[in-house]
């Protein structure tokens, strides 16, 4: 069974940084995508970053420039490294693999909080 588990959230004051790991049960190399994902009260999920299935990253505009998606396939973890964070950026970061276009799993879910 696959299992997502983040960790590395916590709360940091504008400015700051914090990096965020998954570690992926599976080989993440046998996933289509990986990505990060965040929900923030009363509002939907997005996308954060993530990699395309053909091995390109994507980024959301909000967080361009700040965050940097990486991965380690000998760990079978991925990073979301997260700079210059606004209060705006607090929510629960989740991550997320797709096996197939119409199988994917997530993460439990880590909480950032960013104080100005």
């Known amino acids: 069974q696959v299992q997502l588990v983040e960790s590395g959230g916590g709360l940091v004051q504008a400015g700051g940084s914090l990096r965020l790991s998954c570690a992926v049960s599976?080989?993440?190399?046998?996933?289509?995508?990986t990505g990060w994902y965040r929900q923030a009260p009363g509002k939907q999920r997005e996308l954060v970053a993530g990699?395309?299935?053909?091995?390109?990253?994507i980024y959301a505009d909000s967080v361009k420039g700040r965050f940097t998606i990486s991965k380690d396939n000998a760990k079978n973890t991925v990073y979301l490294q997260m700079n210059s964070l606004k209060p705006e950026d607090t929510a629960v970061y989740y991550c997320?693999?797709?096996?197939?276009?119409?199988?994917?799993?997530w993460g439990q879910g880590t909480q950032v909080t960013v104080s100005s």
């Open positions: 997320n693999a797709h096996l197939t276009t119409s199988v994917q799993y």
């Open positions: 599976g080989r993440i190399f046998s996933f289509n995508r």
């Open positions: 990699f395309t299935s053909g091995g390109s990253t």
